[in-house]
Every structure is written in structure tokens, then in C-alpha cells.
């Protein structure tokens, strides 16, 4: 009888220990995010910003992965990107076309936000505007949205669709630094592009 109770906690503790590993998935998403930590990217998973179409392709909805760039001595306007058609498009909410329809402007509700704070208005830096994302072809269909402000450049983007099978059929662990370092280079070109223009 002692011995039947024996094999049945030691079984039970053995299914415990199973169940604590973590699936395929989370140590692929596990080593993504390390390799990013250890290029200086900066991953967080956060909640899908209210201006980046989602899950279910809803603004605002579900999870991300937020990958951040900091650039020291550097400063950057604060803009917002989405990606339309593989491009970057500056967000809707930085876009006044109501007066002429070729220019694009600080829309008067952000104007009188910023002239209420007492802070001084920039012009907006539509550098980006349609410039190609020209990312490695495992990292761009994920890519979701793109931020900068002060001293950053922020990617939103799907990287547990880097990961997962389903989504990414030619996932190989050997190709996340490569990839990322890709990344990486267009985060810093993406920056000069923006500082460069007054």
C-alpha cells in the first residue's frame, strides 16, 4: 500500500513540474525577447495602443509587443505612424486636412492641448510619410504602428506572430538576431530621417 502512495505523489509531482514548463511558443517568444534585451531594443508587452488597429483588426485591442529604441543626445518630435499598404502614414489624429487638403498639420485639438500645458508647439515631422517599412519579410506583415518622442523611437508590433507556427511557417531561432538587428538599422535610419527634417 506505502509503495502505491509513493507512485502516486511522485507521479503527481512530476505532472506539477510538466505543466510549469513552458510550451514551445513561450521559450521561442522567451528567446525573441532576450536577444532584443540584448541589442538594446527594449521589448515590452503592452496593451494595443488606442490608435493601432488591434486584434480582430479593432483599434485598441489585445496585446503587443513594444520594442523601444532609445538614442542617447538625441531629439525627436513626437508623432505617431501607422502602417497602410507597407508604408508608414502619420496617424490620424496628427493630420488636419480641413484646410488644405495637400498640407498635413497639427490639428487644432492637439495645438490647444499642448498651448494649455504651456509647452512650446513644434512643427510636425511628416519625414515618414509613405516611406516603405523595408523590413525583413519575417518581422514587416506584424508590424503594426510606430511612435517617437523626446529621446525614442517606438515599434508596436506582433512578435508572437514571429514565433508561432501558424503565422510564421519559416520561423528559425538562427535568424532572430539577424532580424532584429535589421530592425534595429531601420529604427536608426528611421530616427536620422526624422531629426534631419526641420
Given at each position: 500500500?506505502g509503495l502505491w502512495?509513493?507512485?502516486?505523489?511522485v507521479?503527481f509531482?512530476?505532472?506539477?513540474?510538466?505543466?510549469l514548463?513552458?510550451?514551445?511558443i513561450?521559450?521561442?517568444?522567451?528567446?525573441?525577447?532576450?536577444?532584443?534585451?540584448?541589442?538594446?531594443?527594449?521589448?515590452?508587452?503592452?496593451a494595443?495602443?488606442?490608435w493601432?488597429?488591434?486584434?480582430d483588426?479593432?483599434?485598441?485591442?489585445?496585446?503587443?509587443?513594444?520594442y523601444?529604441?532609445?538614442?542617447?543626445?538625441?531629439q525627436?518630435p513626437h508623432?505617431?505612424?501607422?502602417?497602410i499598404?507597407?508604408?508608414?502614414?502619420?496617424?490620424s489624429?496628427f493630420?488636419d486636412t480641413s484646410t488644405d487638403?495637400?498640407k498635413?498639420?497639427?490639428?487644432?485639438?492637439?495645438?490647444?492641448?499642448?498651448?494649455?500645458?504651456?509647452?512650446v508647439?513644434?512643427?510636425?515631422?511628416?519625414?515618414?510619410?509613405k516611406a516603405?517599412?523595408?523590413?525583413?519579410?519575417?518581422?514587416?506583415?506584424f508590424?503594426?504602428?510606430?511612435?517617437?518622442?523626446?529621446?525614442?523611437?517606438?515599434?508596436?508590433?506582433e512578435?508572437?506572430?514571429?514565433?508561432?507556427?501558424?503565422?510564421?511557417p519559416?520561423?528559425?531561432?538562427?535568424?532572430?538576431?539577424?532580424?532584429?538587428l535589421?530592425?534595429?538599422?531601420?529604427?536608426e535610419?528611421?530616427?536620422l530621417?526624422?531629426?534631419?527634417?526641420?
Amino acid at each position: 500500500m506505502g509503495l502505491w502512495i509513493a507512485v502516486v505523489i511522485v507521479l503527481f509531482v512530476l505532472g506539477s513540474m510538466m505543466a510549469l514548463k513552458p510550451n514551445g511558443i513561450d521559450q521561442r517568444l522567451d528567446k525573441l525577447r532576450m536577444t532584443a534585451r540584448r541589442l538594446q531594443l527594449h521589448p515590452k508587452l503592452v496593451a494595443c495602443p488606442d490608435w493601432i488597429k488591434g486584434r480582430d483588426n479593432e483599434y485598441g485591442r489585445g496585446m503587443l509587443g513594444q520594442y523601444c529604441l532609445v538614442l542617447e543626445d538625441t531629439q525627436l518630435p513626437h508623432m505617431r505612424y501607422q502602417v497602410i499598404d507597407g508604408q508608414w502614414r502619420p496617424d490620424s489624429n496628427f493630420i488636419d486636412t480641413s484646410t488644405d487638403d495637400s498640407k498635413l498639420t497639427i490639428p487644432s485639438v492637439i495645438r490647444n492641448h499642448q498651448a494649455s500645458n504651456n509647452t512650446v508647439l513644434k512643427k510636425s515631422n511628416f519625414a515618414l510619410d509613405k516611406a516603405p517599412l523595408d523590413l525583413p519579410v519575417s518581422i514587416e506583415p506584424f508590424v503594426k504602428g510606430l511612435l517617437t518622442k523626446s529621446n525614442s523611437i517606438v515599434i508596436y508590433w506582433e512578435d508572437i506572430a514571429y514565433v508561432r507556427p501558424l503565422t510564421n511557417p519559416n520561423y528559425q531561432s538562427k535568424m532572430i538576431e539577424t532580424d532584429l538587428l535589421a530592425l534595429k538599422e531601420n529604427l536608426e535610419k528611421w530616427a536620422l530621417t526624422m531629426r534631419k527634417q526641420p
